[in-house]
């Protein structure tokens, strides 16, 4: 039940994190922000969005819920490879031409998000469910 | 809501301003004037429903004149090609009705017996008047002739067959108008073809500002003009069109037309005058002749025959070749005379498709290049308008500036926006009285409102600090090989030879920085007499010793930087040290200036070693050649790199590389610092003093003396429906479609690609504005405005017809060295090739089905020269080859140049200038003013070298001299004062001029090749005939039309290209 909660806030900040890179992307096309600052919001907030769904996949890897696992495992993949090549932050320079792959490769994470969102909910309730 | 816009450069800016999403809203605006534009679009800027082109129409009815002012609506009518006017009697009318557009269609038919008496106006004078009084100089006489016809009336039914896009604009679908039209049964026709400007003259021209429909039935004046020309001479002559094809009529220019011309009246004028001349240029090369062949549109170009069969049926001297050098498309400068040069704005195909479907069959880019400051030649400078205290007049939507596409109505209160049609108030101070045309009584004396180019002074508004001072800093490498390759002499030298000249005096700021393993500061306070310099040893942490004197005023300290100046080269004559840190005397140098911005020119010659951003040595493994990890070789190393270039960017800070090493030192990542800073490279291979001195200081007197514009930010703006969406060059976006650009000059070129983003464009014009907002050397604020209009078409033939090779090669390969940053070379190339390949295809299939190709590869007259260009960029330096090829420093920064190259310089480059010069030399008369007589371009195949022969090679970079073998020795002697025998080694040889006329003249053509392209130096080589491996790796490998070492020839190259193009044709 624990883990569920656990899980549950894990994933409500991963969905924040998410939005707000999305938000920033949005800014910057719409000009309300400079590709500066922009570029400077969303590279502070990359790192903590990795870690936390790192944390997230550990969790359910200690806690035995093979099925969340694995559910998750591709995204900590995608993170790795990113970050192993170096390609996890923005780049100021050439934001520009590389906005509609950020926006995209984020709102499928945030689909992939909410969707994993749905199912620790289930398994939350019907944990809770079980115990009563 | 503040004010400042994106253009306002500035440390401070980007507050967080609410920018709305649409083109023309605040952050479009170079400024956003407060006052004007309070609310950030209360109004969405262009969810009002106006229509671009709507007012026209509207304002037709009642025939105000105000609506023809300068508005080109019918551009095509214009050109001098009008010549081919119409027959009038069913072609005005109908055209106009039946088009959707407002062109007049000019159906090219030429009735008029050759005899015709018209005097033909010089055109220019032309389009001016008549966009200036259209309808006061209609002569009454023609009025009459209108009636007499009755010809309105039949206008109208023809509005049934709306000029289709027929794609080849086959005949019959062509002419069924005018044979339904006309009543009379087919008059003897004049048999004769005319080549000679038809009579359409002025009386035709006003009709062609006149707007379409609406006119025709509401308000017959207009009219007759149409028919004017026809009613002089032969008002009963005119028959069906139709009759006249049988006929045969070799070249005329009525056939021709007809397939763009007729059924797309808008494009009618230009193909009559091209197919001609095509005729004439290739003779040899043409389609059997025939009926058939009479009408065609295209050039060909007989491609071998049978599959399989050794010959390779291509007549190599038929091919084309741009032997006259790069030609501005004049055509649609023509059409829209109010447009800015050429020079400063080329699009690739200056007709815009009307819908994406036919942009995506284009398959060539459509864009555009801007070449901002281009050097203006003398008596066209661009001249300079301040508003005073009445602000620059402004669209207050869309913040286009007023220019001479912008109409005023309402007695001259109001003032309609070109782009977003927006109506504006015209400022008290700004009003002036419209004449009966509608034309402001005192355009004449507004260069805004007659020029395409101006430059307007900014208000403080468009500041957001004082204009910055023109201030240079130098970050000089004083390491081992930096002092032995006499690199920091020649730049000291250079450096104080110029410092009379650098601009802006009194204002010049300037400042030194050394390093090699240390970082060396120079106090250059005014008080000093010598300068003092501190040594920071710390690079992890760096510090900038002195807070102020690191900068100094030049006029105040110029004695303290003479002195620096002549001791720099011996202050460290006995360096040993090896070592570079580079990246921490960047990081100090950025501290320095960040304060004020300005241009950092750096001097390196060794990989950086030290301190934060030094670099592997890792140019060196062949094996990631062909790999897909190829491309990372090309992109900055550390992402050290590209930030600090962000940083510089936004501190106005613009930098230059000068690369010296004759090893690898990682041109990518140095370079990446003046990519994104507006900046440039330049690279000098294995410096030596001795050799390289004088290009060295040719160049960087060049960079400091040249005129250049601080602080600037580029704008492009264009009509509703269009818009510029990728950005190809030297500069940082600051935002979706504002370009920063610390320092600029007339050195640097931009491309752009233009993407419909409605389905369907509703407008007939596409208007193109630039803006460059920047502080020029004097301390002003200025803005420099370029505004271009373009037609849009609905017909596939007439972007063919219209393309611009130049602008089109220009883009293209910018974008395969783009492509080259993240993909294989291989990729690269045949990306290129692909593009052409799918290009020529879609042109084939146009005509494919109403002519007989064969064996015949065929292209539109425009595009001739594109293959070869094509093959030229495949051979180029950023492109060529693989690992062994080319060094990867050289193949970096040749890519680096290309991408800031302008149009002319890039073709130059491809297809470089080969003539010879023996006959010319030996002749004891000639003055250097007869070289053009004497010699001419030669192709660029080793055929055209002979033995017996002098040549001279130029690139625009370097100029190569070819002696033959059997070169008369009186010559060589005189060149190089001794016998070409005695010479073991040409390399170490360097030209000086003797005491005899032919060095001298030698000397004078070298003299006029530099002046021609300033923008280099080109460094003379001189080679001899088998003289290996030199003669191959300077000027064999350079022939691009020869096949050598894997790559093909051009002969190879056309089939290739022809088979593939015939391939699923």
């Known amino acids: 039940m624990l883990v569920w909660l656990f899980s549950f806030f894990l994933l409500i ?120 | 809501m503040q004010p400042m816009g994106n253009e306002k450069p500035g440390p401070t800016n980007f507050p967080g301003r609410p920018a709305s999403p649409f083109l023309s809203s605040g952050p479009v605006v170079e400024k956003t004037g407060p006052p004007n534009f309070p609310g950030r679009p209360a109004s969405p800027p262009f969810a009002a429903p106006i229509p671009f082109l709507s007012p026209v129409p509207a304002e037709n009815e009642k025939p105000g004149p105000p609506t023809f002012l300068g508005r080109p609506l019918s551009p095509f009518v214009a050109a001098p090609q009008t010549t081919m ?126 707007p379409p429909l609406p006119l025709e039935s509401s308000f017959p004046g ?23 094809v049988p006929l045969g009529q070799a070249a005329s220019p009525f056939i021709t037309t007809q397939q763009g011309g007729f059924v797309h009246p808008t494009m009618g004028a230009p193909p009559l005058g091209m197919n001609s001349r095509e005729q004439l240029q290739y003779p040899g090369v043409g389609p059997p002749v025939g009926v058939q062949s009479l009408v065609e549109d295209f050039s060909s170009l007989t491609v071998g025959s049978v599959p399989g069969s050794m010959d390779p049926g291509i007549d190599s001297k038929a091919l084309p070749r741009p032997l006259d050098g790069d030609v501005e498309p004049d055509s649609y400068f023509q059409m829209y005379p109010l447009n800015c040069h050429p020079k400063y704005l080329r699009l690739t195909s200056p007709a815009i498709p009307n819908s994406q479907s036919l942009l995506s069959r284009w398959h060539l880019p459509l864009g555009a290049v801007v070449h901002p400051l281009a050097e203006a030649s003398d008596g066209e400078e661009v001249p300079i308008v301040n508003f005073g205290p009445t602000g620059i007049i402004r669209c207050r939507r869309c913040r286009t500036y007023v220019n001479p596409y912008v109409t005023f109505t309402d007695g001259g209160r109001k003032w309609r926006c070109n782009i977003c049609a927006l109506l504006n108030d015209v400022p008290g101070d700004y009003f002036s009285l419209l004449d009966a045309s509608g034309r402001r009584c005192d355009a004449d004396q507004r260069p805004e409102l007659m020029k395409g180019s101006v430059e307007f002074v900014a208000p403080t508004e468009y500041m957001v600090r004082p204009p910055m001072p023109p201030l240079y800093f130098f970050l000089i490498d004083v390491s081992l090989s930096a002092v032995r390759s006499g690199m920091l002499e020649t730049v000291a030298k250079t450096i104080k ?84 840190a580079f990246g921490p005397a960047l990081k100090a140098a950025f501290m320095v200036m960040s304060q004020l911005g300005g241009k950092l020119l750096i001097f390196q010659s060794t990989l950086p070693s030290l301190g934060i951003g030094r670099l592997k040595l890792r140019g060196d493994d062949i094996r990631v050649y062909g790999t897909d990890k190829e491309h990372a070789l090309r992109i ?85 429906g269009v818009r510029f969406t990728t950005y190809h060059g030297h500069f940082m976006l600051r935002s979706t479609d504002l370009l920063a650009l610390p320092a600029v000059d007339c050195d640097k070129a931009f491309a752009m690609q233009l993407s419909l983003e409605e389905t369907l464009l509703t407008t007939q014009t596409v208007y193109i504005q630039v803006a460059l907002l920047y502080t020029s050397s004097s301390g002003e604020r200025r803005i420099r405005v370029h505004t271009a209009a373009a037609p849009v078409v609905s017909d596939l033939g007439e972007m063919y017809r219209h393309a611009d090779t130049g602008s089109l090669v220009c883009l293209l390969s910018r974008l395969a060295i783009e492509k080259t940053l993240s993909h294989k070379l291989e990729d690269a190339r045949h990306a290129i090739q692909l593009r052409i390949v799918k290009g020529l295809r879609e042109y084939r299939n146009l005509y494919a ?39 990867l420093d050289e193949r970096c920064a040749a890519g680096f140049n290309v991408m800031i190259l302008p149009v002319k310089r890039l073709l130059k480059a491809l297809y470089p200038t080969l003539i010879r010069i023996d006959e010319y030399l030996a002749k004891a008369t000639t003055s250097a003013d007869d070289l053009g007589n004497f010699s001419k371009r030669l192709p660029l195949s080793a055929e055209s070298l002979d033995a017996r022969g002098l040549y001279i090679y130029d690139d625009g970079f370097r100029i190569i001299i070819w002696f033959g073998r059997m070169l008369s020795s009186n010559i060589t002697t005189s060149l190089l004062g001794v016998d070409l025998s005695g010479i073991p080694d040409l390399s170490k040889v360097s030209l000086c ?44 490998f350079n022939l691009i039309e020869d096949q050598s070492g894997g790559t093909v020839g051009y002969v190879d190259w056309i089939q290739q290209i022809h088979r593939q193009v015939q391939q699923s044709a």
């Open chain 1, 13 to 132: 900040a991963l969905l924040g994190l998410l939005i707000f890179q999305l938000m920033s992307l949005a800014d910057l096309e719409f000009d309300y922000i400079n590709p500066y600052d922009s570029a400077l919001r969303i590279n502070s907030v990359v790192l903590p969005e990795f870690i936390t769904q790192g944390v997230l996949c550990l969790l359910f890897l200690l806690s035995g819920h093979w099925f969340m696992f694995l559910l998750c495992a591709p995204n900590l993949y995608y993170n790795f490879r990113l970050y192993t090549r170096r390609q996890h932050l923005v780049d100021v320079t050439e934001i520009f031409n590389m906005l509609d792959w950020e926006k995209k490769q984020r709102f499928v994470k945030l689909i992939y998000t909410v969707i994993l969102l749905f199912f620790s909910i289930f398994w939350m309730v019907w944990t809770a469910l079980e115990d009563d």
């Open chain 2, 85 to 210: 006017t119409t027959v009038p009697s069913f072609s005005g009318p109908v055209a106009a009705g039946s088009e959707a557009s407002g062109y007049r269609a000019a159906p090219p038919v030429r009735f008029n017996g050759p005899s015709m008496p018209f005097s033909h106006q010089p055109l220019p004078d032309v389009v001016g008047d008549f966009q200036r009084f259209p309808i006061p100089s209609y002569p009454s006489s023609i009025q009459s002739v209108t009636t007499i016809h009755g010809l309105p009336s039949a206008g109208q039914p023809m509005l049934t067959q709306p000029g289709l896009p027929s794609p080849g604009g086959q005949q019959q679908q062509a002419f069924p108008p005018p044979i339904n039209f006309r009543p009379q049964p087919p008059q003897p026709q004049i048999p004769s073809v005319l080549m000679r400007p038809p009579p359409q003259s002025s009386n035709f021209m006003p009709r062609g500002s006149v």
């Open chain 2, 222 to 244: 207009p009219k007759p003009n149409l028919q004017s020309s026809i009613m002089h001479g032969y008002p009963n002559r005119q028959t069906t069109p139709v009759s006249n």
């Open chain 2, 497 to 580: 030879s110029c410092l009379d000249d650098l601009p802006g005096f009194p204002r010049t700021q300037i400042g030194f920085l050394t390093f090699d393993s240390a970082l060396h500061f120079y106090n250059m306070k005014s008080s000093l007499t010598q300068p003092q310099m501190m040594v920071v040893a710390d690079l992890d942490d760096i510090f900038v010793p002195l807070p102020d004197d690191l900068l100094v005023n030049l006029s105040e300290s110029r004695s303290v930087v003479d002195a620096f100046l002549d001791s720099l080269p011996s202050m460290f004559q006995d360096n040993v040290n090896i070592e570079s």
């Open chain 2, 636 to 720: 900055p190393e550390d992402p050290f790199y590209k930030q600090m270039a962000a940083d510089l960017t936004k501190y106005q800070i613009g930098v230059n590389v000068y690369a010296f090493s004759d090893r690898y030192s990682d041109i990518a990542s140095l370079g990446t610092l003046a990519k994104y800073t507006g900046g440039q490279v330049y690279y000098y291979p294995s410096f030596q003093g001795g050799t390289h001195k004088e290009k060295l200081s040719y160049e960087l007197a060049r960079d400091l003396t040249r005129e250049t514009a601080w602080e600037s930010v580029m704008r492009v703006r264009c009509g509703k």
């Open chain 2, 849 to 887: 089905v109403q002519h007989r190709l064969g064996g015949r590869m065929i292209f539109p007259e425009s595009l001739k020269f594109l293959p070869l260009y094509g093959l030229a960029l495949l051979k180029s330096i950023p492109i060529r080859g693989g690992y062994a090829d080319v060094q």
């Open chain 2, 993 to 1036: 001029e003797h005491d005899n006329h032919i060095s001298r003249k030698l000397m004078g053509i070298l003299k006029r090749f530099r002046e021609s392209d300033p923008s280099f130096y080109q460094l003379c080589h001189l080679v001899r005939q088998g003289e290996q491996p030199r003669e191959s790796l300077l000027l064999l």
